[in-house]
């Protein structure tokens, strides 16, 4: 069973039940995301299941959306499909976020023991964007287009002219 996700839950009461979570949250809704990206009018799709495993209850999920970046290599906007699974803990209090083994992730509740949508999922989608964004493909990468059509001019009005020669031999 699928049931839209509300932006804000008890992960107790949802562990209960057998269904996966479905999420459609403008990438504006995200603060640190929002920085990050040069469009933020397009959305983050996220489906996820809460489940108890031993002692903790744990959001198993995955996200996609597209951020919009500036490449740093020509300057120029470019769209990327990012795409990210993740598997977090839940725990009340950031001290109890520390003492959790290195392997899990937490993510913490509020103090009324429940769980926001932007926090589960917006760690999450900050670590997909590249440290230095850029182009993948080459192609579509074009630095300094302009100069470098410039400089291609100049080669050709600077190549000697075939015919020269001959003009300066009719001359002599
Ligand atoms: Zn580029």
């Known amino acids: 069973m699928v049931k839209r996700a509300?932006?804000?839950?008890?992960?107790?009461?949802?562990?209960?039940?057998d269904v996966r979570f479905e999420a459609t949250l403008p990438i504006s809704q995200f603060p640190r995301l929002s920085e990050l990206v040069l469009?933020?009018?397009?959305?983050?799709?996220?489906?996820?299941?809460?489940?108890?495993r031993k002692s903790h209850r744990v959001v198993r999920g995955s996200l996609t959306f597209d951020a919009v970046m500036q490449c740093q290599r020509c300057m120029e906007p470019f769209s990327s499909a990012v795409q990210a699974n993740f598997e977090l803990v839940c725990?009340?209090?950031?001290?109890?976020?520390?003492?959790?083994?290195?392997?899990?992730?937490?993510v913490v509740l509020d103090e009324d023991g429940q769980l926001h949508?932007?926090?589960l999922l917006e760690e999450d989608a900050l670590l997909q964007l590249p440290d230095i964004p850029k182009h993948e493909d080459?192609?579509?990468?074009q630095p300094d287009v302009n100069s470098f059509g410039e400089i291609q001019n100049q080669e050709e009005t600077q190549k000697p002219?075939?015919?020269?020669?001959?003009?300066d031999l009719k001359l002599s």
């Open 161 to 167: 002219n075939p015919f020269g020669a001959l003009k």
């Open 6 to 17: 509300p932006s804000r839950f008890n992960p107790d009461l949802l562990a209960r039940e």
């Open 138 to 141: 080459d192609d579509s990468c």
């Open 91 to 106: 725990v009340n209090t950031l001290e109890e976020a520390n003492a959790l083994p290195d392997a899990l992730d937490p």
């Open 117 to 119: 949508l932007v926090d």
């Open 39 to 52: 469009e933020t009018d397009g959305n983050l799709v996220a489906s996820f299941d809460v489940h108890e």
